[in-house]
């Protein structure tokens, strides 16, 4: 079908063409490795004078107040208290750490980050601020900050993207190869890693996951704590069956102020215990992820 | 007159991790703080929460299917909960609308004469953004809840939480010496106000039956559930630092006929374990302000 094409940037089909994953050459892994889990922790800094991006209680009778401090501050909890819950879990089974953060909150939470850059974790840029990409100002100028603060906190640029709610404009892939990145996550599109034309050189896609994720599961679906843990090893079990000839990839997004609220964490800390126990499972961050497909997966169209 | 101070101006983020840890009295080692609030839901206003839309949506006036909803717990769910607490031996928080104390006398006497401790809770419920004198409905509702008890009351808050920016500076010239509106944290801290320090107490919209029951629409057996691996995962940690839990349940919710097993099974849950304390907000506050005597002193 053919759709009016936007002034700047692409539609999706002009990236990627459709493949059938059962149709592609099969991706090995290293080893007996059969597939890869990778965990991404997202930090987000809330604006205490903007419209909060999500809300676990309402006014009475509805509406929008401004200020809102009971969810600036629900939210503040997580990075507070719940991340450090996070933390032991991530020390405890020794997974590495990919830490998908707003510019703004590198600083705003200098423990947060230390813990962080002691420990080795992947930063990925996660815009500036957390505000829909279509609605930045200048979307390279944020792509550019963003990349700029996590360098001087951790002395290296970040390789990875993930917009802010996974927003991005038409240009979004265009504007992040062009500065440098190599890989974005915001195409929840397949079980493998995948190339995205750009007007640059392509850039490639990892798998990340609105399924696996805590603000779809409790903000949104308001499933019970354990289903958390009930869903991804559900998830876990169906991908690493289909992966028995060709490596697949799975993603587990979660949110210090969710998950890491007390009743909460123990479900979050089950998964790891459980699917730690299987010896041809991969912990990688997204760079891990990346260079892998880089060896061993098709070459980047022309 | 100079802007009001937004949060982060009024408290510095600090990583709960890397503070000396709160010791508590004796072998106790975790308080288990119960708020019931009780309100005044104005049928000549929209009701603070909807259970059944009305067909095609709308949000009508009068809502009598609302304001009857609500009324059921000041009939009814509120003397589940006075039998509850009167058999336990505990005297909880109440976060109440000064308003219950005129129109809801019955019910405000019996928390009274049960010793409950009154948390001021506005005049009424309705946001408090709406207000149109804000400094006089706090010192309005603290009046009412003076008179009517004899004993002016230390804590407040907002209803469902709200707060404008000013508020705490409000609060602070009002007399009040903690608030419950600031979930953002498992320990007390203090905040900066125009009129001197502040208090925050771990209050709760997690353990809380409105986001549970009215927004998420869990089952009822879930405020059972998720209060248990709350509390387990707070006392597990409540080995190395003081912890506090709090749980926040409305008359017309928990005390309704098929929830209010539950929220008995909740006691006796935490009743088995050693160590904890029931104890309200003024209490813990007097513990807190034993233990942080030189930064409040300092915060003048």
């Known amino acids: 079908m053919n759709y009016a094409k936007p002034n700047v ?33 997202n930090v987000e800094e ?27 501050c629900w939210h503040e ?146 499933h019970k704590a354990s289903e958390f843990y009930e869903r991804a090893i559900d998830q876990f079990e169906q991908i690493y ?31 790891f215990k459980d699917i730690r126990a299987k010896k041809d499972v991969l912990f990688w961050n997204g760079s891990q ?10 070459k980047p169209p022309q | 007159m100079a802007e009001p101070m937004i949060p982060n101006q ?12 709160l010791k508590l009295p004796g072998n106790a080692r975790i308080i288990f703080w119960t708020i019931v609030n009780y309100e005044v839901w104005d049928i000549g206003k929209p009701m603070a929460r909807q259970l059944l839309p009305a067909p095609t949506g709308a949000v009508l006036m009068p809502d009598v299917v609302h304001w009857a909803f609500h009324e059921y717990g000041m009939r009814v769910g509120c003397w589940r909960f006075f039998e509850l ?48 004198d ?23 808050l907002g209803p469902g939480l709200t707060q404008t920016l000013e508020t705490p500076d409000l609060l602070a010239g009002a007399g009040v010496k903690y608030i419950g509106d600031w979930v953002y944290d498992d320990e007390p801290t203090i905040i900066k106000t125009t009129k001197g320090p502040l208090v925050t107490l771990p209050y709760t919209i997690e353990l809380n039956d409105i986001p549970m029951m009215m927004v998420q629409h869990h089952e009822s057996d879930y405020l059972l559930k998720r209060t248990i691996d709350q509390f387990d995962r707070l006392y597990a940690e409540s080995r190395d630092r003081a912890k506090i839990c709090a749980l926040a349940i409305h008359p017309y919710i928990s005390g309704q006929p098929h929830r209010i097993k539950y929220l008995e099974q909740i006691y006796d849950y935490v009743n088995k374990h050693e160590g904890v304390l029931h104890w309200n907000g003024e209490q813990i506050y007097d513990w807190y302000k034993g233990i942080a005597a030189k930064q409040l002193k300092a915060a003048e």
């Not at chain 1, 539609?11 to 007996?32: E, F, M």
């Open chain 1, 46 to 72: 809330w604006d205490p004078t903007q419209t909060m991006p999500r809300t676990v209680l309402t006014p009475p009778a509805g509406g929008s107040p401004m200020p809102d401090i009971p969810n600036w």
């Open chain 2, 85 to 132: 607490f009167k058999k336990l031996g505990i005297k909880p928080t109440l976060s109440a609308n000064a308003r219950i104390c005129e129109d809801y006398e019955r019910v405000a006497a019996q928390a009274r004469d049960d010793g409950w401790e009154f948390m001021g809770h506005a005049y009424e419920q309705g946001p408090i953004h709406k207000e149109p």
């Open chain 1, 77 to 222: 909890y997580g990075n507070r208290v719940g991340f450090w819950r996070l933390l032991q879990v991530y020390d405890e089974f020794k997974i590495p750490g990919v830490m998908n953060i707003n510019g703004v909150a590198v600083n705003a939470f200098p423990d947060l980050t230390k813990a962080c850059v002691d420990r080795g974790w992947e930063f990925i840029g996660h815009g500036y601020t957390q505000r829909n990409m279509q609605k930045v100002e200048n979307e390279r100028e944020d792509i550019r900050k963003s990349a700029e603060v996590i360098k001087k906190a951790t002395g290296q640029k970040p390789r990875g993207w993930l917009g802010p709610g996974l927003t991005e404009t038409w240009e979004t892939p265009d504007i992040l190869s062009e500065e440098g990145y190599d890989y974005v996550a915001d195409w929840v599109i397949d079980d493998q890693p995948v190339w995205l034309k750009t007007r640059n050189k392509p850039i490639l896609n990892i798998p990340y996951t609105q399924e696996c994720n805590d603000v779809a599961m409790m903000l949104i679906q308001h």
């Open chain 1, 9 to 41: 940037g692409m539609l999706p089909h002009d990236r990627i063409d459709y493949s059938a994953i059962v149709n592609r050459k099969p991706l090995k892994l290293p080893g007996k490795a059969r597939m890869v889990v990778w965990t991404i922790t």
């Open chain 1, 289 to 298: 992820i990346a260079d892998w497909f880089l060896k061993v997966g098709p």
């Open chain 2, 134 to 156: 804000q400094a006089a409905m706090i010192k309005r509702s603290m009046d009412v809840l003076t008179k009517f008890t004899g004993k002016k009351p230390v804590g407040w």
């Open chain 1, 241 to 271: 069956k289909d992966a028995k000839d060709s490596a697949r990839v799975m993603a587990i997004s979660v949110h210090p102020y969710i998950m890491g609220a007390p009743h909460r964490a123990k479900y979050f800390r089950k998964i």
């Open chain 2, 10 to 21: 009024r408290a510095d983020y600090s990583a709960i991790v890397d503070r000396p840890p």
